[in-house]
């Protein structure tokens, strides 16, 4: 049995890997004690090596390590002749762990001599960053997991945590039955999270500084300031009270949108609760004025002095499982390995000793948005992109795209093909996790090692040595030297207390000296651990003590500077997650139990609105922004505020016709942290008109080839009409990529691929019918074609099959009665189809039964939306208990807790 940690979120739960292959939660891990959520609880059905990539490639085709690494190593180096270090960039990830993050950052900073190494911790943690070094001088999270369960009141600000930190917010509800904590969530949305609290304060997107500062203000008059803690420990705190501008809860609400009965019961919460804890997420960093959020409910928490105590103290949730490892080898542009700074000489002189650094960096490099531009600008002429998919997941995806096939040269390290790996001059197989060995850090400081219990597949090797090989091939040997990443560990734990003498808190110098059989032993550890600490760390700055030169903390001002600008559009584009991916689904896109809960992307907007602009429940409707336009089903919700629209981030043009969300997100970014605003891009809505609906299953490929053409010109018959489709497109007018011609998501399924369709043109007819029909369906050349069509009622109907077995399957119809169920048709592909049984398969009718089930809410053990409201309804369940003992919905990971209540509530409940 081999320990190890989940590689998904920041909560950092411990993970055991049996014999078996079974992938159990780690009862003996302090972060989850036995507890996984649906992602972790899904583990083993990810590990499928099948679509892996397992040589390394240049230029489309397989070569040697030896000649990827050498051509790496040779571009870079020539680039930095020509054009100087400024001319490269690496932009690695939270993915990435401890050790190989250390060596990416120590080669770009101390030897290349550029800042240009970004990561997309960019997106997701760097107003946190810079809002912590702001108030303690360091980037530090002062609190620890415990808080959770001792806080008498729990603040969730843009924190979708059921969903996003599943295992903790398990932890909070446990200690809620216990203990009765009270919890508070600040969204916009009604969110899973929300339907868990005490009190939902639905405030209008980017109003939290003026919240926080309403907050400050009512603190203040009430007289709840701290004033003995905060003389000693605190400065700047009228500035910042002033900043916050007068109580006035009226106003306040105002500005939130909120009513004020909803904001006074709030303060008065706050303002009475000692224990009280703000956890916060991406609804205030990802924000133009995130950094502003941060200190805005920093400053709360000074100012109370309830800081670094049981049960409080303001908790940055970090996303990823190493965006705080990150941090502390310094990945970000802006930062230096172990929390050393750029503008203290001290730092940059111990750091070039330490390193013997030819070349340390003398500036930062650029932060992920500018950096990109720079390579489309082409002052970037070499970029390697490690463990992220900027292709998707950075805002104006489009743009980014042209910068890197204009970029003369790319490298891409990732386990799997994605949106980015298409633009790469030189691939790279990564090992993935359960191959990997070596550190990360979750939320509360606490390292926890990753340790490999199967081999990778064909030649994928883990990201450290790619940069150590790369550092040596660039004529470095001595400086990345290293055998083993507990050989990495340990420098990067000896950097950290070089000169150190408790000026930086990040110091892990009591781990430096092990040898390689303590590193494989090692046991989760929280920081700081001085050399001779002879306990973890645990809570900070109770009694001030902050990383500033006078040893106080700043309390910064935080003036309300209004609302998102809407640009002229009607609507807010707020992105996110949903429950059961991970971002761009390389690895949660592979398991069909995780593809059950939401199928598809869909846009969730208010009722009112939609029928305000002619929007259909479930048709398709169009999000326009300045940077560009995404289609997706719509999803009508009273849980989401009038004007503001909700996308997921996950899917990717692997997924779905329309691509990634981040092809219509705004790249705004905040002023002080370069983090963009992914939560508030203006939109405009417009319905779009469906003009046939189909299903499409096949047994192998994974996404339509988007630039396949559907329609050609009709005057010849050729046998090999796909091919002669594809190499036509001069020689007609009317051709049409795929996405012109319908809407198309993929859903893995347990037999294959599904794929939903949705005309947004003219269903085809005649012979553009026909070579629609083999687009879509890809016939493999001995295949057995069958079909059924009815022009006049609009539907066509085709089987292939090879050898007998159903290989895939089409059903288009005008009319979406006209398709069968999906339930019907699934589990049939890849059967055995007798000569009797074909006519009944173009019926559309399979074995299973054809009752539609609504979405999967429990993934662990199937169950769906329908079958827990029938059963709560014939059995008069009233409690989730009750529910699992019937069904088993809820009694695994949990994670579906929050929805069996919903589901609950709503049966008790008739819509009026
Ligand atoms: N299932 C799942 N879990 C994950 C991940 C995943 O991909 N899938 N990714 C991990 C990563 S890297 C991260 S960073 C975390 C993110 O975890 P979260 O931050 O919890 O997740 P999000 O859905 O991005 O955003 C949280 C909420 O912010 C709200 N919000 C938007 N604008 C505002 C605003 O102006 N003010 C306030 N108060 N709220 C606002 C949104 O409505 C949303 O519900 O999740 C981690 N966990
Ligand atoms: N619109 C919008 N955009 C967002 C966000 C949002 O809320 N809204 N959230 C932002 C946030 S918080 C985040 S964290 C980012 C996440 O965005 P990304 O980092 O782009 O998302 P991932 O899909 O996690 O990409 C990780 C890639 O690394 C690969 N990989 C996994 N393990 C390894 C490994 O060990 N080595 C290597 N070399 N590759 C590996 C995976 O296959 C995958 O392709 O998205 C950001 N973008
Ligand atoms: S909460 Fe879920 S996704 Fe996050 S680390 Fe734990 S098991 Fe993994
Ligand atoms: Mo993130």
């Given amino acids: 049995m081999i320990h190890t940690a989940c590689p998904y979120c920041g909560v950092g739960c411990g993970v055991v890997a049996r014999p078996d292959g079974a992938i159990a939660a780690d009862i003996a891990h302090p972060a989850n004690r036995g507890r996984l959520c649906s992602k972790g609880a899904a583990l083993a059905q990810t590990l499928d090596d099948s679509g892996r990539l397992t040589q390394p490639q240049i230029g489309g085709k397989p070569a040697s390590w030896d000649d990827a690494l050498g051509l790496i190593a040779a571009k870079f180096r020539r680039t930095i002749e020509r054009h100087g270090p400024d001319s490269v960039a690496f932009y690695v990830s939270g993915q990435c762990l401890t050790e190989d993050y250390y060596v990416a950052n120590k080669l770009m900073k101390g030897f290349i001599g550029s800042g240009n190494i970004d990561t997309n911790s960019r997106l997701c ?45 398990q932890r909070l509800l446990a200690a809620k039955a216990a203990r009765g904590t009270k919890i508070v969530v600040l969204d916009p949305r009604r969110t899973a999270t929300a339907e868990a609290a005490d009190l939902h304060l639905p405030l209008t997107i980017g109003s939290d500084v003026a919240l926080f500062n309403g907050l400050l203000a009512f603190l203040h008059a009430a007289g709840r300031v701290d004033r003995d803690w905060t003389a000693r420990h605190t400065a700047g705190l009228g500035a910042a009270i002033a900043a916050a501008g007068p109580d006035d809860i009226e106003e306040t609400a105002a500005r939130c949108g909120l009513d004020p009965e909803l904001v006074e019961i709030f303060f008065e919460m706050f303002a009475r609760t000692e224990r009280v804890m703000t956890v916060y997420s991406q609804g205030v960093n990802q924000s133009s004025v995130g950094t502003d959020k941060v200190n805005a409910i920093v400053n709360c928490h000074l100012a109370t002095g309830r800081i670094g105590r049981p049960g409080m103290g303001p908790f940055s949730v970090t996303g990823q499982p190493n965006a705080m490892g990150g941090r502390e080898v310094g990945g970000l542009a802006n930062q230096l390995a172990a929390h050393m700074k750029f503008d203290d000489p001290a730092d940059r002189d111990a750091l070039t000793r330490f390193w013997q650094a030819p070349a340390l960096t003398p500036k930062p490099g650029l932060k992920a948005v500018e950096l990109f531009e720079a390579v489309a600008a082409g002052k970037i002429q070499a970029l390697w992109i490690v463990a992220t998919n900027p292709a998707d997941s950075l805002p104006r995806a489009d743009r980014v795209r042209s910068a890197l096939s204009a970029c003369p040269f790319v490298a891409v390290s990732d386990c799997w093909p994605t949106d980015t790996s298409v633009y790469a001059d030189v691939v790279l197989p990564a090992a993935a996790w359960g191959e990997k060995d070596g550190t990360v850090t979750n939320s509360e400081r606490r390292i926890s090692r990753q340790r490999p219990f199967r081999p990778a597949p064909g030649e994928a090797r883990p990201d450290w040595w790619m940069f150590a090989e790369v550092g040596r091939r660039m004529g470095w040997e001595a400086a990345f030297a290293w055998e083993s990443p507990a050989a990495v560990f340990r420098e990067h734990a000896a950097l950290s207390g070089f000169e150190n003498a408790g000026r930086r808190v990040f110091d892990i110098g009591a781990l430096a000296d092990g040898d390689d059989a303590a590193y494989d032993a090692m046991q989760p550890v929280r920081w700081p651990l001085p050399a001779g600490a002879t306990q973890e760390g645990g809570r900070l700055f109770a009694e001030g003590g902050f990383p500033t030169p006078d040893g ?27 429950r059961d991916q991970w971002h761009t689904m390389t690895r949660t896109g592979l398991a069909p139990s995780l593809m059950a809960h939401t199928p598809e992307p869909l846009a969730t907007l208010h009722p009112a609105d939609a029928a305000a602009l002619g929007i259909e429940p479930n048709a398709l409707v169009r ?43 705004s790249a705004r970014v905040d002023p002080v942290s370069g983090q963009p605003e992914t939560k508030a891009t203006p939109v405009s809505l417009s319905p779009v008109a469906t003009h046939f609906h189909g299903l499409l299953l096949r047994r192998s490929g994974l996404a339509l080839n988007r630039d396949a053409f559907a329609f050609a010109p009709v005057s010849q018959s050729n046998p090999l009409l796909d091919r002669a489709i594809q190499t036509s497109a001069d020689s007609a007018s009317d051709h049409r990529a795929l996405p012109d011609i319908c809407h198309w998501v993929r859903v893995p399924v347990d037999t294959g691929q599904l794929f939903r369709l949705t005309g947004l043109r003219a269903m ?64 049939i592909l890849g059967t055995a189809i007798p000569d009797a049984g074909r006519a009944r398969l173009l019926a559309g009718r399979g074995d299973a039964g054809t009752m539609s089930e609504g979405p999967r809410i429990c993934a662990c053990f199937a169950v769906s939306r329908d079958a827990i409201r029938h059963a709560a309804v014939t059995h008069r369940l009233r409690s989730v208990a009750e529910i699992g003992v019937r069904l088993r919905a809820g009694t695994n990971c949990g994670s579906c807790i929050p929805e069996i209540e919903e589901i609950l509530r709503d049966v008790r409940m008739p819509a009026s």
Avoid at 132 to 158: K, M
Avoid at 774 to 800: F, K, Q, S, T
């Fill in 764 to 827: 085809p007819t005649g012979d553009d019918l026909d070579r629609f029909a083999r687009v879509l369906l890809d016939p493999p050349p001995a295949a057995d074609w069958i079909e059924a069509a009815d022009p006049a009622r609009g539907m066509l109907r085709v089987a292939i099959l090879v050898d007998g077995v159903l290989e895939a399957c089409l059903f288009l119809a005008r009319n979406p009665v006209g398709l069968p169920s999906e339930a019907a048709v699934v589990p």
């Fill in 623 to 665: 999000l326009s922004t300045d940077e560009g336009e995404v289609v997706l089903r719509a999803d009508l919700r009273h849980t989401q505020r009038r004007g503001e629209v909700f996308a997921p981030m996950h899917w990717t043009d692997l997924f779905a016709s329309t691509g990634p969300i981040g092809r219509a997100v």
């Fill in 552 to 578: 106080k903390a700043r309390c910064v001002p935080t003036p309300f500077q209004g609302l998102p600008d809407r640009g002229g559009h009607g609507f807010l584009l707020n992105t996110g997650r949903v």
């Fill in 125 to 169: 943690m760097a107003s946190s960053v810079a809002g912590h070094n702001r108030a303690f001088g360091e980037d530090i999270v002062p609190g620890v997991y415990e808080d959770w369960e001792e806080a008498d009141l729990v603040v969730l600000v843009g924190s979708n945590a059921a969903w996003c930190h599943p295992v903790l917010h």
